[in-house]
């Protein structure tokens, strides 16, 4: 049974034509998100926790990187990936 997840975080949802003020963004390779009236202490921030139906889901983490991260989850940085092979 997967019990529902209560942290400090938004859902994310990319879609075209987002606000300037809330549109990822990119710092090299690195994805960020940010709102000017959302405080995050690292805008790379981002949790992947499973669903009920064993899929990842992708949050923007409010809390600190690796602190208290929710039972399930994982902290990332999510970095722009251009090789002909994937590695791990």
């Known amino acids: 049974m997967v019990k529902p ?3 400090a975080c938004l859902v994310t949802a990319f879609v075209s034509g987002a606000t300037a003020q809330t549109a990822p963004d990119w710092s090299g390779d690195t994805l960020l998100w940010s709102d000017p009236s959302v405080t995050r202490s690292q ?3 981002w949790l992947i926790c499973p669903d009920a ?3 990842d889901d992708l949050y923007v ?3 600190p ?5 929710p039972a399930g989850c994982g902290d990332q940085t999510i970095h722009a ?3 002909s092979t994937a590695t791990a």
């Open 5 to 7: 997840i209560v942290f």
């Open 43 to 45: 805008n790379n921030a």
């Open 53 to 55: 139906n064993g899929n």
């Open 61 to 63: 983490n409010l809390g």
């Open 65 to 69: 990187y690796a602190y208290n991260t």
């Open 81 to 83: 990936y251009t090789g």
